[in-house]
């Protein structure tokens, strides 16, 4: 089974348009995140959500916009796609809100191309 | 400063050799670290968490300089299957997040 999973895997979409990522986690986990992951490797994070609600919002666009109907799910949506978007979008979760004292599950990625 | 910062490699050795990487980070107040894995178009995974005393998993050892703000892996007898990218990570300046480094590429080669 997979613990945490995304859709779709790749993603190739033209400039300006609207686009949404969707994730799932069958862990049980209480918190989940997106993080960016640009072509020099960096693997930053965007947000984070505990059981449904927003806690960390780093300095992302806003643009993109994540939603959590519940707590195994956090989607993110990202409007007026721009060329700087492309890169691997990874989702992930951790039974600790901070993340610190447990593991961080990832999801497999996203890999985003925007032409 | 980058918050976490790691020689970027890649470190090619051969089989059965032994390989250590080094990575600094900038926040004094970090409480958490840890060391993960990505394969090439994979996702990240935990590796181990390094622990203050130092710590060892198999043919792994973390260690933590507090003093120096940095933390080691060691890959004793390398084998094939090691070769991936090896990304730091420590608890970042508001300690409730965590805070990767761009990662050593380990090339094994035999």
């Known amino acids: 089974d997979t613990a945490v999973s995304q859709t779709p895997k790749y993603l190739v979409t033209q400039m300006g348009n609207d686009k949404s990522i969707k994730c799932e986690q069958n862990l049980g986990h209480d918190t989940m995140y997106w993080y960016k992951q640009d072509s020099k490797k960096f693997l930053k994070i965007m947000f984070s959500y505990n059981n449904k609600e927003l806690i960390i919002n780093e300095t992302v666009p806003n643009r993109f916009s994540p939603k959590s109907p519940d707590k195994a799910h956090l989607n993110l949506h990202i409007n007026s796609l721009e060329l700087g978007d492309s890169a691997v979008y990874f989702c992930?979760?951790?039974?600790?809100?901070?993340?610190?004292?447990?593991?961080?599950?990832f999801g497999p990625g996203t890999r985003l191309l925007v032409l | 400063r980058k918050e976490v910062e790691q020689d970027p490699g890649p470190f090619n050795v051969p089989e059965g050799a032994t390989v250590a990487f080094n990575c600094t980070y900038s926040?004094?107040?970090?409480?958490?670290f840890f060391w993960y894995r990505q394969d090439c178009r994979k996702e990240p995974k935990l590796l181990m968490s390094v622990y203050s005393s130092g710590n060892e998993d198999g043919r792994f050892t973390a260690q933590l300089n507090r003093a120096s703000q940095y933390i080691s892996l060691l890959i004793r007898d390398s084998k094939l299957s090691d070769s991936a990218t090896y990304l730091c990570v420590v608890n970042g300046e508001y300690g409730n997040k965590l805070v990767f480094g761009a990662g050593t590429i380990l090339r094994v080669k035999s």
């Open positions: 992930a979760s951790s039974q600790d809100p901070t993340g610190l004292g447990n593991t961080q599950y």
């Open positions: 926040n004094s107040a970090s409480q958490s």
